[in-house]
Nanobody
Framework: QVQFVESGGGLVQPGGSLRLSCAASGIIFSRYIMVWYRQAPGKQREMVATITEGSTTHYVDSVKGRFSISRDNAKNTMYLRMNSLKPEDTAVYYC????????WGQGTQVTVSS
C-alpha cells in the first residue's frame, strides 16, 4: 500500500535551518513527480516545492532562494533543505506524489520562533 512518512521537523529560531525527509513506499518512486506541501494554522494547504522524475525543481515564490528540494531514488526518499527560516514558515509539512493516491502522511511540524 502507498505510504508517505515525513520526518525532520522541529523548533528552530528565525534564520535557522532544517532538513525534512519524506520516505515513500508502495509506489515506483522514480517514476513520480514528488511534492512538498505545508499547512499553517487556519490556512489551506499550499504547494511549497516540486521535483520531477528528472530532478527539475519548482518553488513557490515565498521560499525561492531559501529552500532546496532533492530526491534519492535509490532510497525512495525526498528531502527539503530549509535555510533562513522565517516565522511565516511555521506549518505542518507534508509530502505526496503527483498524481496522488488520496493518501496523506501525518506530516512533520516545523515551528520557527525565538
Amino acid at each position: 500500500q502507498v505510504q508517505f512518512v515525513e520526518s525532520g521537523g522541529g523548533l528552530v529560531q528565525p534564520g535557522g535551518s532544517l532538513r525534512l525527509s519524506c520516505a515513500a513506499s508502495g509506489i515506483i518512486f522514480s517514476r513520480y513527480i514528488m511534492v512538498w506541501y505545508r499547512q499553517a494554522p487556519g490556512k489551506q494547504r499550499e504547494m511549497v516545492a516540486t521535483i520531477t522524475e528528472g530532478s527539475t525543481t519548482h518553488y513557490v515564490d515565498s521560499v525561492k532562494g531559501r529552500f532546496s528540494i532533492s530526491r534519492d531514488n535509490a532510497k525512495n526518499t525526498m528531502y527539503l533543505r530549509m535555510n533562513s527560516l522565517k516565522p511565516e514558515d511555521t506549518a505542518v509539512y507534508y509530502c505526496n506524489s503527483e498524481p496522488g493516491f488520496g493518501i496523506w502522511g501525518q506530516g512533520t511540524q516545523v515551528t520557527v520562533s525565538s
